[in-house]
T-cell receptor, first 116, second 110 residues
Framework: DVKVTQSSRYLVKRTGEKVFLECVQD?????MFWYRQDPGLGLRLIYF???????EKGDIPEGYSVSREKKERFSLILESASTNQTSMYLC???????????????FGPGTRLTVL | GQNIDQPTEMTATEGAIVQINCTYQ??????LFWYQQHAGEAPTFLSY????GLEEKGRFSSFLSRSKGYSYLLLKELQMKDSASYLC???????????FGPGTRLSVLP
């Protein structure tokens, strides 16, 4: 069974703190994604990675960085957390090489981050 | 640019049929996906269309018209557990990335 896990379900941090969110997948997928989800705005892509050490900016990368040192792990870093980064963060993984038409993303359970 | 539009909220009655529409204008297209997301949980895959027409999976069906940039998700015999958000997403030309709509929150009433 496909599995994407995230390091925390709930996290509370203070303004200015450095925050690490980790995501691990066990499906040997090439592509991994970080989204944030806010009411009325849907899922917005922060960064994605299509290979180890490769990263691409999404729609809202400002204030975030990522790291992909191993294929199964994709980390999101908030260098200096701010209150407007309070949100639900979702990680997803995906393999474009499966060769089946129903290739889909698989999502982790999400991390609800509150920045005070 | 990339734009995907869905109604924000819908309400329907248990046992009824509901249609959730999605319109898209994207720079590329390699398939349209529907996901279901219950409150506080991760999105889960529901259906996929890449060719025009209707795909049926039990109580759920999804339709695509590529020329019109339009899809809908049809839910039949609604149950209370169908109360959730429904997300429409388009996969890009290269099959590498996805663009999501804002989601439609469906409330099923008794």
């Amino acid at each position: 069974d496909v599995k994407v896990t995230q390091s925390s379900r709930y996290l509370v941090k203070r303004t200015g703190e450095k925050v690490f969110l980790e995501c691990v997948q066990d499906m040997d997928h090439e592509n991994m994604f970080w989204y944030r989800q806010d009411p009325g705005l849907g899922l917005r892509l922060i960064y994605f990675s299509y290979d180890v050490k490769m990263k691409e900016k999404g729609d809202i990368p400002e204030g975030y960085s990522v790291s992909r040192e191993k294929k199964e792990r994709f980390s999101l870093i908030l260098e200096s957390a701010s209150t407007n980064q309070t949100s639900m963060y979702l990680c997803a993984s995906y393999s474009p090489r499966q060769g089946t038409s129903t290739d889909t993303q698989y999502f982790g359970p999400g991390t609800r981050l509150t920045v005070l | 640019g990339q734009n995907i539009d869905q109604p924000t909220e819908m309400t329907a009655t248990e046992g009824a049929i509901v249609q959730i529409n999605c319109t898209y204008q994207t720079s590329g297209f390699n398939g349209l996906f529907w996901y279901q997301q219950h409150a506080g949980e991760a999105p889960t895959f529901l259906s996929y269309n890449v060719l025009d027409g209707l795909e049926e999976k039990g109580r759920f069906s999804s339709f695509l018209s590529r020329s019109k940039g339009y899809s809908y998700l049809l839910l039949k015999e609604l149950q209370m557990k169908d109360s959730a958000s429904y997300l429409c997403a388009v996969r890009d030309d290269y099959g590498q990335n996805f663009v999501f709509g804002p989601g439609t929150r469906l409330s099923v009433l008794p």
